[in-house]
């Protein structure tokens, strides 16, 4: 019996249109534009205090006109949009485990000299922390993070 | 409640040039009902013709996966008083070819899913009389929830990448390789991994996570993905470093 | 593994660059990009020149835009082939990972004569 002749559906060009949580993936990826922009940012910084306070002045002007602080607000608002996305999204990629979890023993294929042999080896197991745990941890760190550059650039 | 509900049901019959069409049915609105039974009273009173699939009609064989008002839902787990006053459209799975009305062609899934090898894998050669292998009820738990799937392809429905990459393995396949190398019984690793590192395997998923939101068994998909990605680079990291002899 | 694969690699900048990005990004888009630039803070110029000198500031710099450009290369060629469609994959990748590669080249440079 021959083939059935099936459809195709087509998907669209506009297919992250079509739902919000779509949108909001294609928002997030987009962030990193705005990521790649400020370590620009940075560095034409860094250069300009380099070169003297003449230098650093012009940069400053430069940054405060009109259009590079409307990017730069719209940049902040996009990073944002990423660190709140990687912090909640980081404890579903990855299993971050807390004194609760211990060894078993297991076999594992290990590669000893081009021959692949089984061995005993040790996974950890339990103690998974819960999604909250990881995700506080990560704001507390961008709250330490955050109040040290703070602290180092304004003393 | 109203007495009925109007569902607008993709009709579709192969044919050189033939494209799909919508028909519309008025069914009862029950309060007990589910989509898949307003499909069946179709069947049963209207159009003998409309085809479908299902089987279990309780959400765990994962035979009646369907498009419902665009989202991807097993028709026998959602009910059809959930879209009242209507209309509701049921059309067939995204992302797959359509065969007849609401069936779609899953050979694609068929083919995938044992390139990832989703049983246990030795090299000993344990038989029944051996014993059984002990495993604590910790050991279960990691990966328990990958087990969980029934092959419903409700994410591949769901999963943009799958729609623009025919090519990439998708993640029902990521999420039960993944239950098998988290299952300690197992041994297989290295070559799940020599099927999942290439280009079609993990590196697609750009971690939508659509996939683990239409899940309707919870496996979380997505996440068995991204942790796969991290085993990968490591293992990879740790092939760049070992010595030439040990590869 | 028998093979060396270069798309983990990417990967894991691409994710090294994600965690910088969220953690240390914010902060300085504040500082930098507007507070200082509103005058609401107005730290003296000798100073600014002291920490931006310092060879560990120069160190962190320097590896944090390599990770943050990477990151971006990474995310924005899948975008522009999942978002776009554009399926020019050769192309695409050597314009986004070859600008990630002369941004770090140009950072380092800076660094090292500042």
């Known amino acids: 019996m021959s083939a059935p002749i099936t459809y195709r559906q087509p998907v669209s060009r506009l297919w992250w249109l079509k739902k919000r949580t779509y949108l909001l993936f294609v928002l997030?990826?987009?962030?990193?534009?705005?990521?790649?922009?400020?370590?620009?940012?940075?560095?034409?910084?860094?250069?300009?205090?380099?070169?003297?306070?003449?230098?650093?002045?012009?940069?400053?002007n430069w940054a405060a006109s009109p259009v590079v602080i409307m990017i730069n607000v719209i940049a902040l608002?996009?990073?944002?949009?990423?660190?709140?996305?990687?912090?909640?999204?980081t404890p579903q990629a990855m299993v971050v485990r807390g004194p609760g979890s211990r060894l078993a023993l297991t076999t594992k294929e290990v590669n000893v000299e081009g021959r692949w042999v089984s061995a005993a080896t040790a996974v950890r197991v339990g103690g998974r922390l819960p999604a909250a745990a990881v995700i506080a941890s990560q704001y507390a760190g961008l709250l330490v993070v955050s109040a040290f550059i703070a602290w180092l650039v304004l003393r | 409640m109203a007495d009925s509900i109007q569902m607008q049901v993709t009709r579709y019959a192969p044919a050189p040039g033939a494209v799909p069409t919508v028909a519309n049915?008025?069914?009862?609105?029950?309060?007990?009902?589910?989509i898949l039974d307003g499909l069946n009273f179709v069947k049963d009173h209207i159009?003998?013709?409309?085809?479908?699939?299902?089987?279990?009609?309780?959400?765990?064989?994962?035979?009646?996966?369907?498009?419902?008002?665009?989202?991807?839902?097993?028709?026998?787990?959602?009910?059809?008083?959930?879209?009242?006053?209507?209309?509701?459209?049921?059309?067939?799975?995204?992302?797959?070819?359509?065969?007849?009305?609401?069936?779609?062609?899953?050979?694609?899934?068929?083919?995938?899913?044992?390139?990832?090898?989703?049983?246990?894998?030795?090299?000993?050669?344990?038989?029944?009389?051996?014993?059984?292998?002990?495993?604590?009820?910790?050991?279960?738990?990691e990966y328990k929830q990958f087990s969980n799937c029934i092959n419903c392809m409700l994410c591949y429905a769901a999963c943009?990448?799958?729609?623009?990459?025919?090519?990439?393995?998708?993640?029902?396949?990521?999420?039960?390789?993944?239950?098998?190398?988290?299952?300690?019984?197992?041994?297989?690793?290295?070559?799940?991994?020599?099927?999942?590192?290439?280009?079609?395997?993990?590196?697609?998923?750009?971690?939508?996570?659509?996939?683990?939101?239409?899940?309707?068994?919870?496996?979380?998909?997505?996440?068995?993905?991204?942790?796969?990605?991290?085993?990968?680079a490591q293992e990879n990291v740790m092939a760049f470093l070992l010595p030439r002899a040990a590869r | 593994m028998t093979k060396r694969h270069l798309e983990p690699i990417l990967w894991l900048l691409f994710s090294g660059g994600g965690v910088v990005s969220a953690v240390?990004?914010?902060?300085?888009?504040v500082l930098f990009g507007l507070a200082i630039p509103l005058g609401l803070v107005q730290p003296d110029y000798n100073h600014l020149h002291a920490v931006v000198s310092y060879w560990l500031t120069r160190l962190v710099l320097l590896g944090l835009v390599v990770l943050m450009l990477f990151h971006w290369a990474h995310r924005f060629r899948y975008t522009l082939h999942d978002g776009l469609q554009l399926r020019w994959e050769t192309p695409i990748a050597v314009l986004c990972y070859g600008a990630a590669l002369l941004g770090s080249l140009a950072t380092?440079?800076?660094?090292l004569t500042l």
Request: aromatic share 12%; glycine share 6%.
């Open chain 1, 77 to 89: 608002a996009f990073l944002i949009l990423h660190t709140v996305t990687w912090f909640v999204l």
């Open chain 2, 25 to 34: 049915y008025d069914v009862p609105l029950r309060k007990d009902w589910s």
């Open chain 3, 108 to 111: 380092l440079v800076i660094v």
């Open chain 2, 160 to 232: 943009p990448i799958y729609g623009l990459e025919p090519e990439f393995i998708g993640p029902a396949a990521i999420a039960l390789a993944e239950r098998y190398d988290l299952d300690t019984r197992d041994r297989g690793q290295r070559e799940r991994l020599d099927v999942l590192i290439e280009k079609e395997g993990v590196w697609g998923c750009t971690f939508v996570g659509e996939c683990t939101r239409v899940c309707p068994k919870h496996v979380d998909p997505a996440g068995a993905i991204q942790r796969y990605k991290l085993k990968a």
């Open chain 3, 24 to 29: 240390f990004l914010p902060i300085l888009v």
């Open chain 2, 47 to 141: 159009d003998g013709s409309l085809s479908f699939r299902w089987s279990c009609r309780m959400g765990i064989c994962g035979s009646c996966g369907m498009n419902v008002e665009g989202q991807p839902q097993l028709t026998c787990a959602t009910f059809l008083s959930d879209y009242a006053p209507g209309p509701v459209r049921v059309e067939p799975l995204t992302n797959f070819p359509i065969v007849r009305d609401l069936v779609v062609d899953i050979d694609d899934f068929m083919e995938k899913l044992p390139r990832v090898k989703p049983w246990i894998i030795r090299d000993d050669d344990v038989t029944v009389i051996d014993g059984e292998y002990l495993q604590t009820p910790e050991e279960l738990e």
């Open chain 1, 28 to 60: 997030r990826e987009l962030s990193s534009i705005f990521v790649a922009w400020f370590a620009v940012f940075l560095m034409i910084m860094v250069v300009a205090i380099g070169r003297g306070e003449a230098s650093y002045q012009n940069f400053v």
